[in-house]
């Protein structure tokens, strides 16, 4: 007997959250009581088809901590569109709106990284930057 044929496995794309851990980001967040908001990204990476979550010892704008750059990854190349860089993440609600974006699906593919954006996390838009390049 034949082997089932399986159709070939898409890659949907969806958004990839790259989340700073560094010393002052990760300090922030213990100060603040939100050290949990981590967990919660994860579990929304996880229960994202598509997401993707990069974590970073340091990001690098510690004056705006705690950060991260969210984008939409595009599931037929791999590759990221522009990118929103929000800061303030250890505030318990831009750290929940931003787990519940990313659940909701996050940015889109049109290229504007920050259409859609949930009221909270409006305030926390440090800039928008080009794509995300991830390096070995």
Do not use: K, N, Y
Not at 83 to 90: F, I, N, P, S
């Amino acid at each position: 007997m034949a082997a089932p044929v399986r159709p070939p496995v898409t890659d949907p794309g969806g958004p990839l959250l790259a989340l700073c851990l560094g010393a002052r980001c990760s300090a922030l967040r213990d100060l603040a009581g939100t050290s949990g908001s981590v967990d919660a990204f994860q579990d929304a990476v996880g229960s994202t088809r598509g997401a993707v979550l990069v974590t970073a010892g340091c990001l690098g704008p510690c004056a705006l901590a705690a950060v991260a750059a969210v984008t939409h990854r595009d599931g037929a190349t791999g590759c990221s569109r522009p990118t929103v860089w929000l800061a303030g993440l250890h505030e318990g609600a831009r750290a929940g709106a931003l787990a519940d974006w990313i659940t909701d699906g996050g940015p889109g593919g049109d290229g504007e990284p920050d259409a859609g954006l949930p009221v909270p996390l409006v305030p926390a838009v440090a800039g928008l930057g080009p794509p995300v390049r991830l390096g070995r």
